[in-house]
């Protein structure tokens, strides 16, 4: 069918795919009658925002569904700026193939009733998981939709809730731990049933910078600790978990969510191992003139070439694009995808993209990683802030896997730069090749990735090797019984720092000249505070016939962090 034969298009879901791909198409088919059908009232909201509603950063729920111009995007607005019939309190029920019909349950207090479709779009979106012993009731519950939130705002407002569980320390769960503490002071225990948090996005030694993170701002974290309870008791949550019970004011469950396909799948769309529909690069389904898009959907992931399940807002708009484009016979293609992700922990900046060198392992990989301690601007400019980088790359080919950043300093960036080159296969070499603005009140001369980069090409071209931060627990032993040499200024080195038992200073500039208290008959480690200082010192000592040295990578600041 040709876009000028396209009369009737009906979209089911009301939010960014399904919303952007109908109103791409208006703008491409004026003509043609467009219809958008969801269950909820409140549609076209920006649900990624919830957390900062909740946190009071953002006062107005309705913020969340208006434009940049102040509208609020309801039925109304719809209709009279976009053109399109969008009906709300209105469930998909079945959906007829055979005979492109679609039927429909509401709204409230109509009986079913039956849409014709020459084309029909599937954003039915994601739900939330829930676990095995969790029952939701008044003081448990999921955060999800706009009524979830609200439930929770007023009982913060009102002081009702003072000491809340979050169940799931992933990207939600994290988000809401700073959400519930940092404006209303509540007591925050957050638990995983992972050994470390934020366990599909960071590796194990990056993670620890985020628990760093969350209990520094007196977060109770227990991690290995899955959930197999949690009920309301007496009006309060009562939860179990890895051999404890905890008692709180409200419990809320995050634990991720799955595809909302019961539609799909009832017609007899073809699902994919992890529960999405499947679609090609052009957003079809398997059925003629059906497409998916949004978090119903799964994609394919640009480092692997496998399916993956993202359920993101950012992909979600560009694939309603895509689909507005196809309806209206313009050929377009979603291409694949890194996973780039970032968030807000508390003071800290949170951001990854590709796969972490656990997955990657998992995927049969051979990967090495490079970690790195920078600033984000100039050391003198008077708002730099430290930044953390883990680069994962494959051993050999040298092809890029992933990176993660943490830290006060700007993560986002170097994510957002570092992604790009996933995209195109990037190698080691094509990170020095980049080209950023430089001024010190934005950026170093020399930017975080191309240090990151050289770290690791010192690994692959001179054998630099440097040692990742949980090769050494803070104040412990130097793994091997490595003699440790201190490369800072004394003045450098706090009374709060985990110091490594043993360690003899010397700061860099007076390492010539003191060689001779180094002994030659041990393994060395070298330590400063960003790591650049000692892969320095490691070279030279080399030089002067000096077996077996190794450095901290990322240096004393990473491992403070911890």
Known sequence: MSASELQRIVVVGASAAGLKAAARARRLLPDTAITVLDERDFISYGACGLPYYLSGDVEDLDALRKTNYGAVRDPEYFAAAKGLDVRTGCRAERLDPATRQIFVRGPLGAGESVLAYDALVIATGAGPRSLPGVEPGEAVGFFHTPEDVQVLRRGLETGRIGEVVVVGAGFIGCELAGAFGELWGCGVTLLEAAPWVLPRILDADMAALAAGELRRNDVTLHLDAPVTRAVTEQGRAVVEAGGRTIHADRAVVVVGVQPRVELARAAGLQLGKLGGLVVDGQLRTDLPHVYAAGDCIEVIHAVTGRPCYLPLGSLANRQGRVVG???????????????????????????????????????????????????????????????????????????????????????????????????????????????????????????????????????????????????????????????????????????????????????????????????????LLCVCAMGTRSAEAVVWLASQGFQDIVYLAGGMNLQSAR
Not at 403 to 419: H, I, N, P, Y
Not at 446 to 465: F, K, M, Q, S
Request: charge should be negative; aromatic fraction near 8%; hydrophobic fraction near 40%.
């Open 325 to 523: 484009d196809n309806l209206a016979g313009i050929p377009s293609r979603f291409g694949a995808v890194t996973g780039s992700v970032c968030l807000k922990i508390f003071g800290w900046n949170v951001a990854a993209t590709g796969l972490s060198a656990q997955q990657a392992r998992d995927g049969g990989l051979a990967v090495r990683a490079a970690w790195g301690s920078f600033f984000d601007r100039a050391h003198y400019h008077p708002e730099h802030k430290l930044l953390f980088l883990k680069l994962v790359y494959e051993q050999g080919s040298r092809r890029l896997l992933g990176l993660q950043a943490l830290g006060e300093g700007d993560a986002v960036k170097r994510v957002d730069v570092f992604s790009a080159l996933l995209q195109r296969g990037g190698r080691l070499e094509d990170l020095l090749d980049l080209e950023f603005c430089y001024s010190p009140p934005y950026n170093v001369a020399l930017d975080p990735l191309h240090g990151i980069a050289c770290v690791a090409l010192n690994r692959e071209e001179r054998g630099l090797a440097g040692l990742g931060p949980a090769s050494v627990e803070p104040g412990g032993e130097a793994p091997g019984g490595r003699f440790v040499m201190d490369l800072r200024l004394a003045e450098e080195i706090g009374p709060e720092e985990p110091a490594l038992p043993g360690a003899l200073n010397i700061p860099i500039h007076e390492l010539r000249a003191r060689v001779a208290e180094i002994p030659r008959d041990r393994p």
